[in-house]
């Protein structure tokens, strides 16, 4: 059976969006939270309504050297640690030949090396509690890659390859890991949080317009909705089993399905070719 609240949760990025309705969810059911925010002083909205059940610390996702002591102070503040939720990502739309290293190597810095480094942090608490469950979010563009999205996909491809490996490695302590597949959440990833980047080629001319289209046409259209974000992984962390995967939101699941039945039927069409290596005994 899965520990009772009230939980001690850990958050990263929960200045706003999916971040902060965790945050809300979590505390609204009587558990305790920290949360990281880029607030140069620390500051959250939801301190003053909570101020016995939740600290707030200022941590850039590219800082890892400040992740121990961020970790350490977390811990501190509520005796242990029992939800880390590595949510702090933002997004990157852009033609791949298009895009420079300054470009994408600072988004997998947060999306990926930070993530991992702030589980790297985290999981000597978890095993002396023989419990914890780390939440990593992906995308469902982390499960099928889209044009335009060539880096942020790597980035959160990435994170699904990590989590899958360490909930194997680390399953037999009583520590879960789930990875976050959201779909369209009408927070700012569409808008603010997305770095867009075209190239000047007509090569390029369709999907440079797809590009230009995106956030005009997508932000505050999703369909999921951020504030139902943070209920959602609360039953998460409730399961005595929780899932390795979790799409959230209807397209997300279509396009994971999709794209499982796709991958299914050219397995089947090239079989004899996979089997062709075979050493001949």
């Known amino acids: ?9 850990l ?3 929960a200045d706003k969006g999916l971040g902060f309705s965790t945050a809300k969810a979590a505390l609204e059911q009587g558990d305790q939270v920290v949360v990281t925010v880029l607030a140069p002083d620390g500051s959250h909205g939801l301190l003053a309504q909570y101020p016995d059940r939740l600290r707030s610390f200022h941590l850039d996702a590219t800082d890892h050297a400040r992740f121990p002591e961020v970790v350490a102070q977390a811990a501190e503040a509520f005796g242990r640690i029992d939800v880390l939720v590595n949510n702090a990502g ?6 791949a030949e298009a895009t420079p290293a300054l470009k994408y190597r600072p988004m997998f810095e ?12 985290v999981l000597p608490i978890m095993r002396r509690q023989r419990s914890g469950h780390i939440i990593n979010l992906s995308s469902k563009a982390g499960f099928g890659a889209s044009a335009g999205f060539a880096f942020y996909s790597a980035s959160k491809f990435a994170v699904e390859g990590y989590s899958e490996a360490l909930a194997k490695e680390v399953s037999h302590l009583g ?3 789930t990875i976050i597949e959201p779909g369209g959440f009408r927070s700012d990833f569409a808008g603010p949080s997305l770095v ?21 046409e997508r932000h505050g259209r999703q369909q999921s909705d951020p504030a139902k974000f943070g209920p959602a992984l609360c039953r ?4 005595d089993k929780p899932p390795l995967r979790l799409p959230l939101g209807q397209d997300s699941l279509e396009m994971i399905r999709d794209d499982i039945r796709a991958v299914v039927v ?6 004899d070719l996979s089997l062709s290596t075979k050493v001949d005994d």
């Open 1 to 9: 059976m899965q520990q009772q609240s009230p939980r001690t949760w």
């Open 11 to 13: 958050i990263t990025g």
């Open 236 to 239: 998460l962390v409730a399961a």
């Open 175 to 177: 520590i879960h890991v």
């Open 110 to 121: 947060v999306n990926f090396f930070g993530l991992a480094e702030m589980t790297h942090a």
């Open 90 to 95: 933002y997004g990157l739309l852009a033609v």
């Open 266 to 271: 050219e397995l089947d069409q090239w079989e």
């Open 196 to 216: 867009t980047n075209q190239m000047d080629s007509e090569d390029y001319a369709p999907l440079n317009q797809q590009i230009a289209e995106y956030a005009r």
